[in-house]
């Protein structure tokens, strides 16, 4: 990473306790670069998996998960003791999510976790940025 500087970090979490290791690394590379860093957690966009169900207002519930994803936010990202640039709480597809932050507000480093888990070959978030994002790409490797 010699001759590596970077601007603007951000961090990919889903705001489980073994993200905690995911924002220290985002924070540490942040620190060691004189960056910014911002934090961004993308939810499911709840219009994408009822489709068939008119019955609910999609739009009122979506608010209140989005709501409820910002104080989690909030209380998970309350002990740093570090400036978050932007907290973003977005709903929609990971990859897109991410990769309008990227471009939006000028990323350079991308800090995201990754369970290793036979799953997660198929499934895996990281993955699916690794072969997306335009910035660089640090993965954490958290517990399986």
């Given at each position: 990473m010699s001759g590596t500087h970077y601007k603007h970090v951000l961090v990919a979490i889903d705001l489980s306790e073994d993200n905690r290791k995911v924002i220290?690394?985002?924070v540490d590379r942040a620190i060691s670069?004189?960056?910014k860093l911002s934090v961004i957690h993308v939810?499911?966009?709840?219009?994408?998996?009822?489709?068939?169900?008119?019955?609910?207002?999609?739009?009122n519930v979506q608010d209140?998960?989005?709501?409820?994803?910002?104080?989690?936010?909030?209380?998970?990202?309350?002990p740093l003791n570090f400036p978050i640039e932007?907290?973003?709480?977005?709903?929609?597809?990971?990859?897109?999510?991410?990769?309008?932050?990227?471009?939006?507000y000028d990323i350079d480093l991308l800090v995201c976790g990754h369970r290793q888990s036979f799953w997660?070959?198929?499934?895996?978030?990281?993955?699916?940025?690794?072969?997306?994002?335009?910035?660089?790409?640090?993965v954490v490797p958290l517990q399986k």
């Open positions: 220290e690394k985002a670069n004189g960056a939810d499911v966009d709840l219009k994408d998996l009822y489709t068939e169900m008119i019955d609910i207002d999609i739009d209140q998960v989005i709501a409820e994803a910002k104080e989690k936010l909030e209380a998970f990202l309350a932007k907290k973003l709480v977005i709903c929609g597809d990971l990859s897109e999510r991410v990769n309008q932050a990227v471009h939006d997660s070959l198929l499934t895996s978030s990281a993955r699916q940025l690794m072969n997306t994002v335009p910035c660089d790409l640090l």
